[in-house]
């Protein structure tokens, strides 16, 4: 690799670096101030010699007014070899060292009549002596509902595609398609939300596009949530919608564990685990062989929003 590409990647990923750290302050700040309360952030580093390096920052509350648990968190790690799931898709990888930098986010709202939130967006880079570093970035948002309703799945998705609008219309249908078939429980034939938009191993218009497209995702999610849980944060609940929250958050754990490719990568690259499983809901619940009574609340949300459907 000649010093001007050498340049040219250090560059790089020094923007993603700078916008992912002002990012992850940005929405802390947001959803602390409707929370009422502060995130705790909680910095750290990889030991010297380990096997990845690095290190990043977790911005965490728990037991909040509004949310009961919620965690951002910004990584920048690099290592040897990819982890096989990083090189799953692509073989020819596999051996690389890499550096992989990115936001993610969990919401867990205490109100079951507020979505569970997901967002995530990154950038990984793989590197070998003498050849050109090969990038390309992924992310998206998803919105997870206990109890649905088609106005806020209308909306989620309405943000989603303006802002990929302007980098081909063609975009929100593939990556809406892409996010269904993503975060769908194969062992449950359930689909783990309503969707929204989900990409990964992105380069095709060369860097600055990409990145410029990351960004606008990454910039539009204080937007398509913050109505939502906005209008339905008053919503009365008592224990049995609560019960029934629990028990869907142990959905949200079947996915995360055992399809959710963030958490293999960092728990295959040794990544800190504190921070890997951030995303996990502080209570959830499962139940033998259990299904909603017909025409009840619970049940619509089966019957209407954990399919794959056009909500534009």
């Not at 390096?53 to 040897?80: H, K, N």
């Not at 051996?95 to 109100?111: I, K, Q, T």
């Not at 009365?236 to 754990?253: I, K, L, T």
Request: glycine residues 10%.
């Amino acid at each position: 690799m000649s010093e001007t590409n050498q340049h040219d990647a250090a560059h790089d990923i020094a923007a993603v670096r700078q916008y992912l750290t002002g990012l992850q302050t940005r929405i802390a700040d947001a959803l602390g101030a409707f929370d009422g309360s502060s995130f705790a952030t909680d910095a750290w580093t990889r030991e010297p010699g380990a096997h990845l390096r690095g290190g990043g920052v977790t911005r965490i509350l728990e037991g909040g007014e509004f949310f009961e648990r919620g965690g951002i968190g910004f990584s920048d790690v690099a290592g040897d070899a990819l982890p096989p799931s990083a090189s799953a898709a692509r073989p020819q990888l596999a051996g690389r060292g890499f550096e992989a930098l990115g936001v993610s986010l969990v919401m867990h709202p205490r109100n079951p009549h507020c979505p569970t939130v997901h967002m995530n967006v990154r950038m990984l880079t793989a590197v070998k002596p003498g050849e050109e570093p090969i990038f390309w970035l992924g992310g998206g948002m998803d919105l997870t509902p206990i109890y649905g309703y088609e106005d806020d799945a209308r909306h989620f998705h309405r943000v989603c595609r303006d802002a990929l609008d302007p980098f081909g219309v063609e975009l929100y249908p593939r990556f809406k398609t892409w996010c269904d078939e993503y975060f769908y429980l194969k062992h449950r034939d359930e689909q783990r939300g309503i969707g929204g938009i989900f990409f990964d191993d992105f380069s095709e218009p060369g860097f600055e596009r990409s990145f410029a497209m990351m960004r606008r995702v990454g910039d539009a999610f204080l937007e398509a949530y913050l109505p939502i849980i906005d209008k339905r944060r008053d919503t009365p609940y008592g224990e049995h919608e609560r019960a029934f929250q629990a028990y869907r958050r142990g959905r949200y754990v079947e996915f995360n564990l055992v399809f959710d490719r963030g958490t293999h990568f960092g728990l295959q690259s040794g990544g800190r685990t504190e921070s890997i499983l951030m995303s996990m809901p502080p209570v959830a619940n499962w139940r033998y062989d259990w299904a909603p009574e017909p025409g009840t609340p619970e049940a619509r949300l089966y019957s209407d929003f954990l399919v794959r459907r056009q909500w534009l």
